[in-house]
C-alpha cells in the first residue's frame, strides 16, 4: 500500500507539468489518476473523455442507493409508484438502487411512508462504464 501512494504521488506530480500515459485494467487507479481516459478494445477507440463523458456515452447514469428500515413485501411496490423513480433495483434486503428525478425522490419517499435510513448519491464506476461500451461495441 505504501509503494501504491508513492507511486500515485509520483505520478500526480508528473502530470502538473507533464503528459502522462498511463495504461492500465485497473479501473481504480485510473478513476485516481486520470482527468481524461482513452477507452481501446481490440485497437479501436471506444471512447475519448472524462470519466463522466463516457459514462454518459455509455449509457450509464448517476444514482441513489436507498438503504430502508421495516422493510416488507409491499416495499417495492410501493417504490414502483412513485413517479420520480425511473428504475429500481433490489441491492439487498432494504437496499436498493434507484434511479430517476434526484430533486423529487426525497419528497417522495417521505410522502409515500418509507422510513429511509440512508440515500447515497453514487456515480457510475469507470469498470461498469467500460464494460458498457465494450458490450455494446
Known amino acids: 500500500p505504501l509503494q501504491l501512494a508513492d507511486i500515485r504521488t509520483v505520478i500526480s506530480s508528473l502530470a502538473a507539468e507533464h503528459l502522462v500515459v498511463l495504461s492500465t485494467h485497473v479501473m481504480q487507479?485510473?478513476?485516481?489518476?486520470?482527468?481524461?481516459?482513452?477507452?481501446?478494445?481490440?485497437?479501436?477507440?471506444?471512447?475519448?473523455?472524462?470519466?463522466?463523458?463516457?459514462?454518459a456515452q455509455a449509457g450509464q447514469v448517476p444514482w441513489l442507493e436507498l438503504h430502508l428500515d421495516d422493510v416488507d413485501s409491499s416495499t417495492q411496490g410501493k417504490l414502483a409508484t412513485l413517479h420520480a423513480i425511473?428504475?429500481?433495483?433490489p441491492l439487498g434486503p432494504g437496499r436498493f438502487r434507484l434511479e430517476g428525478n434526484d430533486d423529487a425522490l426525497g419528497p417522495a419517499l417521505?410522502?409515500?411512508?418509507?422510513?429511509?435510513?440512508?440515500?447515497?448519491p453514487r456515480e457510475p464506476s469507470?469498470?461498469?462504464t467500460f464494460a458498457s461500451l465494450v458490450e455494446s461495441a
Not at 29 to 55: K, N, Y
Open 29 to 55: 487507479e485510473v478513476e485516481q489518476l486520470c482527468t481524461r481516459v482513452v477507452v481501446i478494445h481490440q485497437g479501436r477507440v471506444l471512447g475519448d473523455g472524462t470519466a463522466a463523458a463516457l459514462a
Open 86 to 89: 425511473s428504475r429500481i433495483v
Open 110 to 120: 417521505a410522502h409515500a411512508g418509507l422510513s429511509v435510513r440512508a440515500l447515497i
Open 126 to 128: 469507470l469498470s461498469q
